[in-house]
Each structure stands twice: as structure tokens, then as C-alpha cells.
């Protein structure tokens, strides 16, 4: 660390993490992330594991990098164990959200009760195909909304692993 870089409270660390984790969520995950695995990261088996890993991977070297220049740029002193453990937390989540199954049926449980939605809000891109993924669509306003979710913890986990590290345990 620079000897200007600054120890900062966690509402800040949050607050700057928080704008950066949201603000550069789409470039990462529309403009960064290629064709193919945009295509094919929500098929079943290896060929959307894959797809969506190297995915995963791109979009969260996006957000780390974005993390890392403004905490700099800012002067405000983090950790790698902090920014790693919020990264993490994008990173693990984003795979499980993109597999698009997972999301798909919390979306119709209980909890959400949104199979209305999904089913509903589709999109007719070419004659006699309708898609329920992809741009216009339920599922991509519910993906969404959950990345921007998960956002706030990753935020929140960072903040916390980086000021109580400063800090120290016992001063908590």
C-alpha cells in the first residue's frame, strides 16, 4: 500500500464496493462475456459447465479488476484476502445463477411463486421459436435482479474481512 492509503470504516469500503460491484456488473456480464458461452452456459452437461465457467471466469476478473483500480484510485487501504473473499462470493454465485436451472426453480418455488412470470414473459426472435432466456425475457429480469442481490453481500463480505483484518478480531 501507498503511505497516503487511508484505513477505512466498513460503511465506506461498502458503499464503494457496492456502486463499483452494480456499476460495472453489465459490462462484465454482457459485454465481456463471448458468443459462445453466452450461447451455450445454461445447456445441460459439460458443454454449459464449461461454457459457463469460462464465463464466470472473464466476469469475475472483470469485477476484480474494477474492485482493485477504484479502491486504489481512492486511496483507501484493502486487502487481497477481502477483495478475494467478496469476489468469491460474485463469483460462486454467478455460476449457480447462469446454469439458469437452479434460478429457474427458485424462481417457481414458494418462496418467489414466479412461474407465471417465466412462463409469460418470453420472447419470439424468429418465426415458430419462442426463448425464455436471453434479452426481453422473465428469466433475464430475474437473473438480474439476483446478481444485483448477491452484490450487496459480496460488498458486504469484503467490507467486513477487510476492516475487521485491520482492525484485528478482538477489537471487534
Partial sequence: MSGNAK???APLLFAVLQATFSD????????LQ???PAMDKGKPGWV??????RH???????QLGAAT????????RTSWRGLLAGTAVN??????????EPLKSLMRSKVFSKGNYLDHCTVQR?????????????????????????????????ALVVTRGARGWSDR
Fill in 24 to 31: 460495472v456488473h453489465p459490462f462484465c456480464d454482457h459485454l
Fill in 7 to 9: 484505513i477505512l470504516s
Fill in 56 to 62: 464466470v471466469l472473464v466476469y469475475t476478473a472483470g
Fill in 69 to 76: 483500480l477504484v479502491t486504489k484510485a481512492l486511496g483507501l
Fill in 91 to 100: 463469483a460462486v454465485t454467478h455460476y449457480v445463477i447462469d446454469r439458469r
Fill in 48 to 53: 454449459g459447465r464449461k461454457a459457463c465457467a
Fill in 126 to 158: 424468429r418465426p415458430g421459436v419462442v426463448d425464455q432466456a436471453g434479452p426481453g425475457t422473465a428469466l433475464m429480469e430475474c437473473d438480474q435482479a439476483v446478481h444485483r442481490l448477491v452484490s450487496v453481500l459480496a460488498s458486504l463480505t469484503t
Fill in 34 to 36: 463471448g458468443d459462445r
